[in-house]
């Protein structure tokens, strides 16, 4: 389904991934894992189409397509919704109209079965009626950030969900809704890569089939399974790296 291949990717003329490959098949579940600044929201981001971030070397395939060249909205038109790090505000907009909308087009509801569909699923992760009048993010705390974008998620129902540290800032009751959430997205068939620093956001999820990257300095320096989750959490990087010889 998406398939990276020795991905080259600059910012502001300054090479950040520096070859990475990474290849994720229908319904997988990925983690990847790294130090601050090893490259992991720039991955994210390049996947997702951001235009800041330049690609000098390597392919994205989505479905066999090259999708380099596509806008973000050409990408989210084919299935791939990333949920940001830090989920920006957006004066003048509200949830409810976005997300309205966003059905609209991406699932041919008609308005009214749009909205009584974002009010049932908002309720699930803890969102009033009144809250979706609100303009989208603006004034909403770190952690109702990440469940409003897992409520954007539950309505899309994406091929790929690009998770960008979604346990960042989060309670431990909304870490468990948003772990839940999560696997039941992934029950569903969508393919997650879901970006953490820490095992816990895994509460919920079947560790046995994950696949678990290690980035360090814009490349991939170690696939595993689930243990290496379990590993990170307890001991850190230093023995992976000195592993791999990093
Ligand atoms: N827009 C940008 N302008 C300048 N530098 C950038 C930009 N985006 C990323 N970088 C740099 O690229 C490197 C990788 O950043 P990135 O955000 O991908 O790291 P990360 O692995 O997601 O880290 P964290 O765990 O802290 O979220 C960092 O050194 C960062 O400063
Ligand atoms: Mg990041």
Redesign the pocket.
Request: no cysteine; net charge neutral.
């Given at each position: 389904m998406l398939k990276v291949e020795n991905l080259h990717v600059e910012?502001?003329n300054?090479e950040?991934l520096r070859g990475v490959d990474l290849e994720i098949k229908p319904g997988e579940f990925h983690v990847v894992m790294?130090?601050?600044?090893?490259?992991?929201?720039?991955?994210a981001l390049t996947i997702a189409g951001h235009p800041?971030y330049r690609v000098t070397g390597g392919r994205i395939l989505f479905n066999g397509e090259n999708i380099n060249e596509l806008s973000p909205d050409e990408r989210a038109k084919r299935g791939i919704l990333l949920a940001f790090?830090v989920p920006p505000e957006v004066e003048g907009v509200k949830i409810i109209e976005f997300l309205q909308q966003v059905l609209v087009e991406l699932k041919g509801l008609d308005p009214v079965e749009a909205y009584d569909l974002i009010v049932k699923k908002a309720e699930e992760l803890w969102f009033g009626e009144e809250d979706l009048h609100r303009y989208v993010n603006v004034g909403f705390s770190g952690g109702e950030r990440k469940r409003l974008e897992l409520l954007q998620a539950v309505l899309i129902g994406p091929k790929l969900l690009i998770l960008?540290?979604p346990d960042s800032g989060v309670d431990v009751d909304s870490l468990s809704v948003i772990s839940r959430k999560i696997e039941e997205l992934h029950k569903k068939g969508t393919s997650i890569l879901l970006?953490t620093?820490y095992g816990r956001i895994l509460e919920h999820i079947d560790k046995e089939n994950v696949k678990v990257h290690v980035?360090k300095d814009g490349r991939i320096v170690k696939t595993g399974g689930g243990e290496l989750v379990e590993k990170i959490d307890k001991e850190g990087f230093a023995e992976i790296f000195e592993e791999v010889g990093e």
């Open positions: 910012v502001e300054r950040i790294g130090p601050n600044g090893s490259g992991k929201s720039t991955l800041k790090q960008d540290e970006i620093h980035m």
